[in-house]
């Protein structure tokens, strides 16, 4: 049976996710596997939900999201979240039509009056660090009372910046994926699902 400790592991760590099950006809010619199904996502989007509402309690909290790639996440995640809120967003693009990081481009500022509060930053996934890692030192320039990172998915041996993230959805191997808001060169976006893309498909363009 899991300890409470291992609950509370699972939870901040991500879940590890490594295998990868047959696509959908409709993506087999695009897509390796589906790493993380729908009915996965959902059920840990939740317990993300849970454990923020309960660490958020009482608090004037600021939800600020990274454009675009967190967009089915973040609508997941704080539909489940029965706290006061406000919601805003940063837009940053790093990865602009491939897999590799290119110089961060910050598309969208930040509105929203965020001294003195409870910022949550919701991000797509946690790879090098280097885009939450200028995220975070700007919004730090902006004297939030605490600021707390939520991803969706994390790649643990990618790190570059010292960079943590306080919730995880899924701990995943160094593969590049698509779906459930993530995209290649703006595509996929809309899969229900986390998939591996083929590398074929990518190296090749
Ligand atoms: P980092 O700055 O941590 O290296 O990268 C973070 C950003 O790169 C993420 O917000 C995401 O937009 C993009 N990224 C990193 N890994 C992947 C991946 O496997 N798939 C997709 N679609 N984007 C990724
Ligand atoms: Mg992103």
Redesign the pocket.
């Known amino acids: 049976m899991a300890t409470q400790r291992d609950r509370m592991d699972e939870m901040i760590q991500g879940k590890q996710v490594s295998h990868c099950s047959r696509p959908p006809a409709r993506w087999r010619h695009e897509l390796k596997g589906v790493l993380i199904r729908q009915m996965q996502i959902a059920r840990r989007v939740r317990k993300l939900a849970d454990e923020i509402e309960r660490d958020f309690a009482g608090r004037d909290l600021v939800v600020v999201s990274?454009l675009n790639?967190t967009v089915m996440f973040l609508a997941d995640l704080i539909r489940h979240l029965s706290l006061p809120m406000r919601l805003d967003f940063i837009g940053?693009s790093?990865?602009r039509d491939g897999?590799q990081?290119r110089e961060?481009l910050l598309t969208k500022e930040l509105r929203l009056e965020v001294r003195g509060r409870d910022v949550l930053v919701v991000?797509?996934?946690?790879?090098?660090?280097?885009?939450?890692k200028c995220v975070l030192d700007k919004m730090r320039e902006l004297k939030p009372r605490r600021i707390k990172v939520c991803v969706l998915?994390e790649?643990k041996d990618?790190r570059?910046e010292k960079v943590r993230a306080d919730y995880v959805g899924f701990s995943i191997p160094d593969?590049?994926?698509?779906g459930y808001g993530?995209?290649?060169a703006e595509r996929y976006r809309n899969l229900p699902f986390v998939g591996v893309l083929h590398p074929h498909y990518y190296q090749s363009s």
């Open positions: 990274l790639g940053v790093s990865y897999t990081s961060l991000d797509d996934i946690l790879d090098t660090g280097k885009t939450l998915l790649k990618r570059v593969l590049f994926v698509v993530l995209d290649f």
